[in-house]
């Protein structure tokens, strides 16, 4: 029998960031804390900003085109993660730029501030990320039943075992989840403006060198940090 999705939304499984390779950073007698401070913190503001000129000018061979994709790699892999999320199951290229965008506007309001860095026997930095969580997921969890009561009911009158297998596919994908995919959006996009923070969290991220001395982010502390600046944990609560 033919069923249409239950409306419920999913519990969070796997956080996916994306950050800047390991860099040579200028410093004058070598790396300092406050580079490794202004690193982490040009870092964030590419990655979630698109403010690419701290990094540009801390940064030996960094370029402007590989800070402008790193930020489009990001908007658009958050998108993917969230219809993902979402159980929107065929997502165009239209709706996903849809999603990006809306990720442009809510990265913008990302809160942090990068504090301090205390330098390590191994020659790495520990640096304090002070960070206030964007709450949109929250108020997205809380505008859902609403959301899933009005959206099921446009449908209430479908059958799907009137249709053929051929028929129902085509209905499915292209009016049923598109229509799915694009009312998400539109929630999403009329959250924005109430977009508030949740409470104030810090942590702790490590600048180091590699064997060639360059100094990079690890993929697993930008994660931990990632997962901080949206909220993401009211999902499925």
Known sequence: MKK??????????LAMVLCLAACNLFGVGGVTKQDAV?????????????????YLDLVADASEEECEQAHEDKMTTEAQYLMSLLGIEYPSDELTARFADLYRQIFAKADYTVQEASKLDDGSYSVKVVVRPIDIIDQLNSAWYDFSEEF????????????????????????????????????LESLIPSLGYMEETSI?????????????????????LDWLVVDYNSLGT
Do not use: C
Request: charged letters at 25%; aromatic letters at 14%.
């Open 204 to 224: 702790l991220v490590q600048v180091q060198p590699d064997e060639d001395g360059y100094y990079y982010l690890s993929e697993d502390d930008f994660a931990n």
């Open 38 to 54: 202004d690193y982490v913190k040009a870092q964030m503001d590419v990655i979630y900003k698109g403010e690419n000129q701290g």
């Open 4 to 13: 249409l999705r239950k409306l419920t939304l999913l519990t969070l499984s």
């Open 152 to 187: 099921e009911a446009k449908y209430a009158d479908v059958d799907p075992n009137a249709m053929t297998d051929a028929e129902w596919e085509d209905w499915y994908v292209n009016t049923y989840d598109a229509d799915y995919g694009q009312s998400l959006a539109a929630l």
